[in-house]
């Protein structure tokens, strides 16, 4: 079963990007469409594969360090406030959902927004590193382009 990966949102942004920057560089609409797709869709496939080493690795750092400052006993109130949270969303995940599948969708819905906060804090820097990397590897395809394709900057 192959994915579509046109359907995706890194490329999405990805060719949101490149419009912006070829709004800049005016050297950029000189590339064909069927050119311009192949670089974006290179790219994508690019910047998952390095977001994917990264993801694994955010996911094991981020582990490693929770686990040393809950095994420190350091007192900070984040990490008071963070473990104290995860702990009440571990209770209303393991507790009681209902008897009705309204209460069951009530609780479901309920846990989404008691876990918003806590996806926030640990997903939010790496969805912004992967705008990054995507931003990265597109320039890097774009640079390659115009030096071994002969289309000449003008900026």
Not at 113 to 131: C, D
């Amino acid at each position: 079963m192959k994915h579509d990966i046109k359907k995706y949102y890194l490329y999405r942004f990805l060719a949101f990007r490149f419009e912006k920057l070829s709004c800049k560089n005016p050297s950029l609409k000189e590339i064909k469409p069927e050119k311009r797709e192949k670089i974006v869709l290179e790219a994508t496939r690019t910047s998952q594969k390095i977001i994917l080493v990264l993801g694994i690795l955010y996911v094991l750092l981020n582990s490693a360090l929770f686990i040393y400052l809950r095994a420190n006993d350091i007192q900070n109130p984040l990490l008071a406030w963070f473990t104290d949270y995860i702990d009440y969303l571990g209770a209303l995940i393991n507790g009681e959902w209902g008897g009705s599948w309204r209460q069951k969708k009530a609780s479901f819905l309920m846990i989404a927004l008691v876990a918003l906060p806590i996806v926030l804090i640990e997903g939010g820097p790496f969805f912004l590193l992967v705008l990054l990397i995507g931003n990265w590897v597109l320039k890097r395809k774009i640079r390659f382009v115009r030096e071994h394709k002969g289309v000449e900057s003008h900026g």
